[in-house]
């Protein structure tokens, strides 16, 4: 059966957070389903467009498309406390 998993969060602007926080999530999700299609998106327009991204609609309909029998969408809510706060 495939199968695919959509990362879902509001985003974030910051490509170093981005990277500490989203992409960190991203990557273990990977190496713990590898046999899984993995996917993140933004539900802020204003994060996801300059990326490029598909919204949660866009990608089940790829998935629907590819023949992906079961997705998974996972929202994942994350407050960030800057150190220089």
């Known amino acids: 059966m495939k199968q695919a998993i959509i ?8 490509p170093k957070i981005r990277t500490e926080t989203f992409e960190l999530i991203e990557s273990e999700v990977r190496q713990t ?12 327009e204003a994060v996801r467009y300059p990326l490029k991204l598909p919204t949660v609609d866009e990608y089940l309909r790829q998935f629907a498309d590819k023949k992906i029998e079961r997705t ?12 220089n706060s």
């Open 72 to 83: 998974i969408v996972v929202p994942i809510f994350l407050t960030w406390i800057s150190k």
């Open 33 to 44: 389903f590898p046999d899984i299609e993995v996917v993140q998106t933004y539900t802020s």
């Open 7 to 14: 990362l879902a969060s509001f985003g974030v602007s910051d």
